[in-house]
């Protein structure tokens, strides 16, 4: 039986709960941070009352994969996410994440995209989770532990391999991590800071997760000529630690290798049925992170993000600067170092077919600290509702709404989100389906989506009227809670 009275009565929207059936007609109501109904309530009674008349009523989104670790706590508002309707981030990717280290020198690329060393001031995660419980966000976060972060605190050096001592006390801030509240760990095989580090060394710290059901997730080692073989050693790494695995922002780069979704997908495929495997991806054909000259090669275009030595070229192609300054790409990125970059070097329909995918996650990989982003920080889930889903009709909007929601919340462990349902938290998202649309591009990149009429973390209003209400409701999701 319904309570008779709630906090807020969201009334007569179009319901999509997050699992993938059809949408229907319906109330919700919200007591506290949960929801306490889902149905017909035109007899209860509200504090406050929304008209969701011609809005779809969804679960928050979860995106699936972000480097908010440090805006979580510098931009607490976190209004490129909350303006498309996100309600919880999974921090530490790619290998990086803030905790646990404490640095003395400058953090090496990629380590620089989360800030200088003043970031790295936590040599716990207890440490980072303490900070965010203290100071919390708009928004919830969930954990991971980057892998060439834990190298950087225990290795006199990264170009090598970690000897059986490093590994030890990598395995130890593991440890610490995992029972702070991280739900996993990640890895950047394709950086300078894990490059060097074998197959053997990421296995023995990804078999610290079994224990507690954690997930691995990767930024594999090769995402062009040698993407199969970066597959397969991803698969095997997940079979030998007996722990689940998420490859993350796939993707086929360089035009050598368009086309070539074909065959990943048929190996995930295949992989899928003996063991859990998943993955990522954003909505467009540019990556983004920092500007390495072993990422240019076979990139047609390369857009420069940021620069700390030359600010002023922030925004423009790496070729005009070049033709400008009369040198090399090499020379170029050399001159700019440290500096950030878009790579446009992906295939449309391999996107699509990437997109199209059975449970395929939404994550956005935005860069928050560059100067001019790529249009993905602020642009990715209203892209993938507006543009793929209801202007190219790749899947339904039920589809893509269990994309961002309830595939996530199983992927990661976050038990009560990613569903609208009585008893879950009540982190909402309202949107207009014939309007939403991503505004942000690589020219304006700091823009809000269009259609998103109100978000709600934990059953308070962050997002409403096209701005941030000043609430910062967020929590970290610890693993097993709910």
Known sequence: MSPERCDVLIKGGDVIDGGGGPRVRADVAVTDDRIVAVGDLGAMTAGTEVDAAGLVVAPGFIDAHTHDDRLVLSGPDMTPKISQGVTTVVTGNCGVSLSPLALVG???????????????????????????????????????????????????????????????????????????????????LAYPTAIHAPASEVTALAERLERVGGVYTTHMRDEGDGIIDSIEETIATGRDAGVRVVISHHKCSGPRNYGRTKETLALI????????????????????TVLLPSFMDDCPRILVTWSEAHPDQAGRDLDNICADWGCSREEAAERLDPAGAVYFQMDEGDLQRILAFSDAMIGSDGLPHDEKPHPRLWGTFPRVLGHYCRDLGLFSLEEAVRRMTGV???????????????????????????????????????????????????????????????????????????
């Open 106 to 188: 400058d953090p090496p690329p990629p380590m620089n995209l989360l800030g200088g060393r003043d970031w790295y001031r936590f040599p716990t995660a207890a440490g980072y989770v303490a900070a965010l419980d203290a100071d919390p966000a708009a928004v919830n976060v969930v954990m991971l532990t980057g892998h060439s972060t834990l190298r950087a605190g225990v290795m006199d050096r990264l170009d090598r391999a970690a000897t059986n001592d490093e590994i030890a006390r990598m395995a130890g801030l593991l440890d610490e991590a995992l029972d702070a509240g991280a739900v996993g760990f990640s890895t950047g």
């Open 408 to 482: 996530p919340a199983r992927v990661f462990g976050l038990a009560g989100r990613g569903v609208i349902a009585a008893g879950a938290y009540a982190d909402i998202t309202l949107f207009d389906p014939d309007t939403v649309i991503d505004s942000a591009s690589f020219t304006d990149s700091k823009q809000p989506a269009a259609g998103i009429s109100l978000v709600m973390v934990n059953g308070r209003a962050v997002w409403r009227g096209g701005e941030w209400t000043g609430e910062r409701p967020g929590r970290l999701h610890r693993r097993g809670t709910a």
């Open 269 to 288: 495929e295949a992989a899928q049925r003996s063991q859990v495997v998943d993955l990522d991806v954003y909505p467009y054909v540019a990556s983004s």
